[in-house]
């Protein structure tokens, strides 16, 4: 079996997870679900310290049959030679808001500011990030109750260089946690991801993830939702140095 069926096998394995939900008070609450995400982006690397990109990306829940949200992003990134990093982004996004008297697709725009740090050890590249990001509705007051949705995310990720091996695994832990005025704020998500990448050379970068997110103190205390997620990304590098 050679590696591209090997990978759709996982995707099929997967898959089979399917969606899970009950009912509570007349109110459907999924507790399981299937998510498929990908993404196409150009980065443009300046130097060896600026770099900027842009991205769109799609995303599908209910067992991967719905589009959950699909949004265009803009991010640029400064590294310095201590092995700090700064960077930012911007999102325009269409949230679909399959809930509720008002359905349809919402339009959304969310900023980030990063500030991380990265290092190695022999083989092992470690990185760490801490990021803020702050959400909103567009067209929506505060009148009508769209309050900033505010995270603080700190992240630990690590890369291990495996020698003749062009698949390197990569994996990350994430904490989100959720400020917004008027909502119960404190720790709501955790995301577990491992993946691998392949340089295409003057082709771009391929790459595959598999991750795990568990919503943390939610309003169903016994059910906390948990969605598989397999994502997949194309990003092709123009470096003008």
Same mark, same amino acid.
């Given at each position: ?137 567009? &067209?929506? %007051?505060? =009148?009508?109750?769209? #309050?900033?949705?505010n995270h *603080?995310?700190?992240? !630990?990720?690590? /890369?291990? +260089? ?31 991801t491992i &993946?691998? %990448?392949? =340089?295409?050379?003057? #082709?771009?970068?391929?790459? *595959?993830?598999?991750? !795990?997110?568990? /919503?943390? +103190?939610p309003t ?22």
């Amino acid at each position: 079996m050679n590696k591209i069926n090997k990978i759709a096998l996982i995707v099929i394995t997967l898959s089979f997870i399917g969606l899970k939900s009950f009912s509570q008070d007349g109110e459907t609450i999924v507790v399981n679900d299937f998510e498929t995400w990908t993404k196409a982006g150009l980065k443009l690397k300046l130097d060896k310290k600026w770099s900027f990109g842009l991205e769109q990306q799609l995303r599908l829940d209910s067992n991967s049959t719905e589009v959950e949200a699909y949004f265009t992003e803009f991010n640029a990134q400064y590294k310095t030679e201590m092995g700090l990093v700064f960077g930012g982004g911007f999102r325009f996004i269409r949230e679909n808001d399959n809930e509720g008297k008002r359905q349809g697709y919402e339009n959304h725009i969310r900023f980030n500011f990063d500030l991380g740090y990265k290092h190695s050890i022999k083989r092992l590249k470690l990185r760490y990030r801490v990021r803020f990001q702050t959400k909103n509705e567009l &067209g929506k %007051s505060k =009148d009508e109750g769209d #309050y900033a949705n505010n995270h *603080l995310r700190l992240k !630990l990720g690590g /890369e291990y +260089n495996i020698k003749k091996w062009k698949f390197d695994p990569k994996i990350s832990v994430e904490l989100f946690h959720h400020m917004e005025e008027g909502e119960e704020n404190g720790l709501d998500k955790f995301r577990a991801t491992i &993946g691998t %990448s392949y =340089d295409l050379k003057k #082709y771009g970068d391929l790459g *595959l993830f598999y991750r !795990l997110e568990r /919503e943390l +103190n939610p309003t169903y205390i016994d059910y906390p939702k948990i969605s598989y997620i397999v994502g997949l990304s194309y990003i092709y590098t123009i470096k003008l140095n």
